[in-house]
């Protein structure tokens, strides 16, 4: 049912840095070529750096984690065709031996399984506009709430409502580091009106922290902010402008559920001209640049300990 690549079976056995990758963004969040491309760059940016990219997604029925460039392909290929795998339908992705993009929460298990720490996604689901009626929360930050992993993005999604996810996250005890920033950025834009408790500058600090967390037995996962970087920021008026409009479309069409955020996303970008899909590649880019840094961290982090 688990299918682990070679390079990345062998930076785990050998305790090297690796960074997993989501596969939503590719079938998802981006149209095609431009979603393979976007993939495939990140895994090189990660690799540069020196730790080992792992993208996680279920082909033809085996979760796959470390997929090779012609199964990236593919699966931007069939773009939303996918299914879009959380929690709940992994079971079922495997049974029927369908092909199926994880979400940020459905990757965070699949990195507990092969024992990833560090996870570089462009930002979390969380707690959706109007959710006091429509009860649309992400599974996302349940996952957060339990599974040990540090999920490395630009924040959550500009089209949530950013104060109902950060109130969720902090009765699960999930901690929200800001990465050179004091406020929370939200996706598309570096700022946000929401202040952070927590703020550190380095990679090594953050690898820090997250190791005495675990070795306290503090289970649960760590979100990093990265603000998106500021020459493809958004500023905070335009962008809502856009989300409100598209928000306005999708209850038109009477879309919810699985189908929103990709809904949201596209028509964000055809009401900005292209512009925030631009974005979205960047601070995706940066988030892996990031995430590399920490896992390298996180690896002499555990070296010392062992000594």
Not at 23 to 41: C, F, K, R, W
Not at 52 to 80: E, F, K, N, V, Y
Not at 94 to 120: D, E, N, Y
Not at 159 to 169: A, G, S, V
Request: hydrophobic content about 40%.
């Amino acid at each position: 049912m688990i299918a682990i690549s070679p390079s990345v079976q062998h930076a785990l056995s050998h305790k090297l840095a690796v960074v997993a990758l989501e596969s939503t963004i590719i079938s998802h969040g981006m149209p095609y070529p431009e979603n393979v491309h976007t993939a495939l760059e990140c895994e090189r940016i990660i690799r540069d750096l020196g730790a080992i990219p792992a993208t996680i997604a279920i082909m033809d029925g085996i979760l796959t984690i470390g997929l090779t460039s012609d199964q990236i392909d593919t699966l931007g290929r069939t773009g939303q065709e996918a299914l879009k795998v959380s929690r709940r339908d992994i079971p079922y992705a495997i049974s029927k031996k369908r092909t199926g993009a994880l979400t940020v929460a459905g990757t965070m298990i699949a990195c507990q399984m092969a024992g990833i720490s560090v996870f570089a996604t462009g930002g979390i689901g969380g707690v959706h506009r109007h959710a006091e009626t429509t009860f649309d929360i992400s599974a996302d930050l349940e996952e957060l709430a339990n599974t040990n992993v540090c999920v490395v993005s630009a924040g959550m999604k500009s089209i949530l409502d950013l104060p109902k996810t950060m109130e969720y996250l902090e009765t699960k005890g999930v901690p929200v580091i800001g990465y050179g920033t004091d406020v929370l950025p939200a996706f598309y834009t570096r700022n946000s009106p929401y202040p952070l408790e927590y703020r550190f500058d380095s990679a090594s600090e953050i690898a820090r922290f997250l190791s005495i967390k675990w070795k306290l037995g503090l289970q649960g996962g760590v979100v990093v902010a990265n603000p998106i970087p500021e020459e493809f920021s958004f500023p905070e008026e335009q962008i809502e402008e856009a989300i409100q409009q598209a928000t306005i479309d999708m209850e038109n069409f009477q879309i919810s559920g699985k189908k929103a955020t990709p809904f949201l996303l596209e028509r964000i970008s055809q009401l900005t001209k292209g512009k925030s899909l631009q974005s979205n590649i960047a601070l995706v880019y940066s988030n892996c640049r990031l995430a590399a840094q920490i896992a390298l961290e996180l690896c002499k982090e555990d070296s010392h300990e062992t000594k």
